[in-house]
């Protein structure tokens, strides 16, 4: 018995998710102390204590070394983690800039930002001279149609205002 | 050093252009000199909605600029009011209002905005609160309602529009008039609770006029909680009348962003107030079961003391605020 | 002959215009996430006063029509349902677009919507009154049953484990708890924070939960975000209309749930897919293939999706109670017109109504064609684009998609880290459907149950409030046999299946 192979069944992915659900329950189980109505509570209460007895039959199941099906991939990363990462930031990122860059700069940064997050090619001059300016015109295009013509009120931005 | 002292300057020559960028070039002579935002702090289709589009081909004809409606729903109106006081002063962009909701709301919890962080210049319609029962029910008159409450405590049933809500705090105040106690069934918005109504899963409807009028075919009211009978129907006697002193319902109003010059919030409350006067606009709302008052820049922080006690009130009653 | 001068005056150069102009854009519009046929149909309204009523509901009525359909797009290439209605579209579309056949998905989800469209229109034409009492019919404890059944599709849809499913499913409710509750005022789960006070939105939460994942993997590998057959196919239209000559009894069935739920006032389009979804999984003889990329999970959704259009409108239309939220949008631009709606409607003032009726089946049958075109380049570009901009492209409309939703920074946020959340738990086998649909069935159910069970009380007959009703009893049937037959089947497989990978060990 090698220590890959145990580490392949103890796979503890299980018990941690379960916990992280048990503590999610309890903590909205003490959120429905503070309703005033009584048809407030009845539903996320039941929900939660339904939740947090799926938990604990995970963890049984698991305890039990019982997969149920083959399909379960249980925890598996592969590839590139820091690309992933880097686009929620980039989009988090863009969402959170909105209100002080105004839509359409925070759209620009991240398009480009993500662009580059997403390349894999090599960057020839033609890559170089077309991408940015194909991204600019999906970006601007895109602010015209929600803004101008389905008349969404985009964020202008605090810190920079635009001429149209 | 060096480098800090230099962000410093640019951030500031940054704030100073940016500054000069945004200062509020508004005059009222000239206003409003392009279309005006209003942002409705619910979904499309429901009275809110309807009213500001009564308003819209109204306020181009009379002012020669649009309204460009938009909805920003969440929170039983909590995320748009929130927001309000942080959009553009410049007078061109304003909101709904709606009472009771921007009374109680702030009472329950911190929903990010208080009572007085809404700078409302003009309430200018309601929906004043009515029983409705389908036109085949056992209940001819306010008075078999009630007897038949009094024989069968708690087995009288009302759909209603949400909880806190004029509805609600209607029946409540009903409940202690009259003596009774019925069960209010709370529903998402006036549409569910005409369902429930009409599908006969209640007795009757703690509704509004408006329902009244959409439905002629299908209901009656028993009673109106009005001052005056409704002009569009002279036959429903007013909760007054019959000895009730209810006069409530749900009004609605326009808020603009805290910080807007007084010139012209004065200047919207006249240009509302206009619109209110016009007799084709006057029919068309009064059609769709809404009564018109007018409540004026001048006229609004009274208003909203004098109704905020009596919906403190009810709303302690009904348990929705400790 | 009334009925023929209402054809002819739907026919008129000026309503042709308008059907083809509306379902143009509005497949368009409800390709692109975030944007829905509810803000299409909103921001035509001003425009639409200056109209005869007839061609203002023709032009909404087809923008409606086309935005149901275009969610199949971003549903099929993307994994991203542009609209509600095409959740169970991802299903089995996204599965059919990874294995190469996305271009025969985006036709057969076509044939499926016009199917779906001609017959929600033809049951509005013919019998729009006396199908309006079926909204009547149903009650506070109906709706509680209708969401538990749509919820009991978790058990079904679960591909890993069940257990981790059920927990999903109820992450969902608890998700569709937050903010101010609809029915009782009170604010729950938002821990002070002002940013949660307007809850969860649902079509944010599906494009985070679906969309964001699919972004992820696509930055991880250098590879193409869809596998493409070396040979272009075109549109494989023979192919796809065989498919759907064979699914022929899936695609009527399918298209009457879809009209039946859509009869129901807030019940809508993604529970007319999920029930038509479950009911032609349930019936199928290649169960196991759905969800893996079954055409028949694409033809059942969109054609029960595009059905709900016409039984909206039945609602509507006949007793002043919108049946989705266009429809609200539309009665309101009606109302606004000083249209009377009831069942007058289709009586007095006939003309209007059947003029609109007809239009919608123009508008229909015009989305046969344009659908086509438009599904065809769609798919192209999906493929031919480089990684590098369909990426930022398609992370770019999330972003003013969602913030279009509500007009609000905070829901982006919110989309964005679901997205993530939804990314990390699918890495530890708990799908994203299961959340999803505790989200969307979560306050149907919730506020069922809660009038429910004030009424019941009130009148002193809880067991027959729950138990005592005919349809509640006909749903609960259905409840069962969905429930216990495959879920069974399922354990005791599961249990063999595992056994036997144990010994192999």
């Given at each position: ?164 | ?228 009978r409704h002009p569009s129907f002279p036959d429903v006697p007013t909760f007054k009348e019959l000895g009730f002193d209810i ?76 | ?60 009525g087809a923008i409606y029509t086309g935005a149901i359909y275009g969610g199949a797009y971003s549903a099929i290439l993307l ?171 899936n695609l009527i069935r399918s298209s009457v749930i879809g009209t039946l739920v859509g009869i129901l006032p807030g019940a ?238």
């Amino acid at each position: 018995m090698t220590t890959k192979s145990v580490a392949k069944r103890r796979d503890i992915s299980s018990p941690v998710m379960a916990a992280l659900f048990i503590a999610i329950g309890a903590i909205v189980i003490w959120d429905t102390t503070t309703y005033t109505d009584a048809d407030s509570y009845v539903f996320p209460r039941t929900i939660a204590i339904v939740m947090i007895g799926l938990s604990v039959l995970l963890t049984i199941q698991w305890f039990l070394g019982w997969k149920p099906s083959a399909d379960d991939p249980g925890a598996t990363v592969d590839k590139s983690i820091p690309r992933r990462v880097l686009l929620v930031i980039a989009m988090i990122g863009a969402a959170l800039a909105m209100p002080y860059l105004g839509f359409l700069i925070a759209g620009l940064i991240a398009f480009a930002a993500i662009m580059l997050i997403a390349m894999y090619d090599p960057w020839t001059p033609y890559r170089l001279a077309v991408y940015p300016i194909a991204g600019a015109i999906i970006v601007i295009g895109f602010y015209m149609l929600f803004s101008h013509v389905l008349q969404v009120p985009l964020p202008e931005g605090t810190m920079v205002t635009l001429p149209f | 050093m060096k480098f800090t002292t230099a962000i410093k300057a640019s951030v500031l020559s940054l704030g100073l252009a940016t500054g000069l960028a945004i200062a509020p070039a508004v005059h009222a002579d000239d206003y409003p000199s392009k279309s005006i935002n209003y942002i409705i702090p619910f979904g499309p289709g429901g009275e809110s909605d309807i009213s500001a589009r009564h308003q819209q081909p109204f306020f181009k004809k009379m002012f020669g600029q649009d309204l460009i409606i938009s909805y920003k729903p969440g929170g039983g109106g909590a995320v748009g009011w929130s927001q309000l006081n942080s959009m553009p002063k410049d007078g061109y962009t304003m909101m709904g209002i709606n009472l009771p909701h921007i009374i109680i709301k702030p009472l329950q919890k911190d929903v990010g905005f208080k009572t007085d962080d809404v700078d409302g210049f003009y309430i200018f319609h309601y929906t004043p609160d009515a029983i409705v029962v389908t036109a085949d029910s056992e209940f001819k008159s306010l008075k078999d309602m009630i007897d038949y409450a009094k024989a069968n405590p708690g087995k009288l049933t009302f759909s209603g529009s949400g909880k806190g809500t004029a509805n609600h705090l209607a029946q409540v105040t009903f409940d202690k008039l009259a003596g009774i106690k019925t069960t209010y069934v709370a529903f998402k918005g006036t549409g569910a609770a005409v369902q429930a109504l009409l599908g006969n899963q209640v007795k009757a409807e703690f509704g509004y006029t408006s329902v009244g009028a959409k439905h002629s075919d299908k209901v009656r009211m028993l009673a109106v909680a009005m001052e005056e009978r409704h002009p569009s129907f002279p036959d429903v006697p007013t909760f007054k009348e019959l000895g009730f002193d209810i006069v409530s319902g749900a009004y609605r109003g326009i808020a603009v962003p805290k910080g807007t010059p007084d010139d012209i919030k004065n200047k919207l409350s006249e240009m509302i107030g206009e619109i209110n006067k016009d007799a084709d606009f006057r029919k068309k709302m009064e059609a769709d079961g809404f009564a018109l008052i007018d409540v004026g820049v001048d006229k609004y922080a009274d208003f909203i003391a004098e109704k905020t006690k009596g919906y403190v009130e009810s709303a302690k009653e009904a348990g929705v605020i400790k | 002959m009334a009925a023929f001068e209402n054809l002819v005056a739907a026919f008129s150069p000026l309503n042709l215009l308008l059907a083809l102009g509306g379902v143009i854009a509005g497949t368009v519009i409800g390709s692109l996430p975030g944007l829905t046929a509810t803000m299409a149909v909103a921001v035509l309204v001003p425009i639409t006063f200056s109209m005869e009523p007839a061609s203002a509901l023709i032009l909404m009525g087809a923008i409606y029509t086309g935005a149901i359909y275009g969610g199949a797009y971003s549903a099929i290439l993307l994994n991203t349902p542009g609209t509600p209605s095409a959740i169970a579209t991802t299903f089995d579309g996204y599965p059919m677009a990874k294995n190469g056949d996305g271009d025969l998905a985006v036709t057969l989800a076509c044939i499926a919507s016009v199917v779906g469209g001609l017959v929600g229109a033809t049951f509005l034409l013919i019998l729009a009154p006396p199908l309006a009492s079926v909204a009547l019919a149903f009650g506070p404890v109906e709706y509680f049953w209708l969401a538990i059944f749509g919820l009991s599709l978790i058990a079904a849809l679960s591909e890993g484990n069940l257990v981790k499913a059920l927990m999903g499913g109820c992450l969902g409710l608890l998700l569709s708890a937050i903010g101010v509750a609809e029915v009782s005022a009170d604010i729950r789960l938002t821990f002070g924070s002002q940013v949660l006070v307007g809850g969860i939105e649902t079509v944010s939460a599906l494009i985070g939960l679906y969309c964001v994942p699919v972004l992820i993997d696509l930055v991880a590998t250098p590879d193409k975000h869809l596998k493409v057959t070396t040979e272009t196919k075109g549109i494989r239209l023979p192919e796809a209309l065989a498919i759907s000559w064979r699914g022929k009894f899936n695609l009527i069935r399918s298209s009457v749930i879809g009209t039946l739920v859509g009869i129901l006032p807030g019940a809508g389009g993604s529970i007319a897919g999920l029930v038509a979804y479950s009911e032609a999984r349930r019936t199928a003889k290649n169960q196991d293939e759905f969800g893996k990329g079954a055409p028949d999970g694409v033809q059942a959704t969109e054609s029960a999706n595009n059905a709900t259009v016409g039984g909206g409108f039945i609602p509507t239309l006949v007793l002043g109670i919108p049946g989705t939220p266009p429809d609200a949008v539309i009665l309101g631009a009606l109302l606004v017109q000083g249209v009377k709606v009831g069942p007058n409607l289709f009586t007095s003032e006939s003309s209007i109504v059947y003029t609109f009726i007809y239009g919608l089946f123009l508008a229909t049958i015009l989305m046969l064609p344009t659908g086509l075109i438009i599904g065809r380049y769609a798919y192209r570009s999906i493929i031919a684009i480089p990684k590098a901009i369909l990426v930022p492209t398609v992370a770019f409309m999330t972003l003013i998609g969602t913030y279009a939703i509500r007009n609000s920074v905070s829901d982006v946020v919110i989309m964005v880290i679901l997205g993530a959340i939804g990314w990390v738990l699918g890495r530890f086998g708990f799908s994203a459907s299961p959340i999803v649909l505790g989200l969307i069935l979560g306050s149907i159910a919730e506020q069922g149950f809660v009038q429910a069970w004030t009424i019941g009380a009130a009148t002193e007959n809880l067991t027959g409030m729950f138990f005592g009703r005919p349809i509640s009893l006909a749903i609960i049937a259905m409840i069962v046999i969905s429930l216990l037959g495959p879920s069974i089947v399922k354990l005791f497989a599961g249990r063999n299946a595992n056994a036997d990978g144990e010994e192999k060990q």
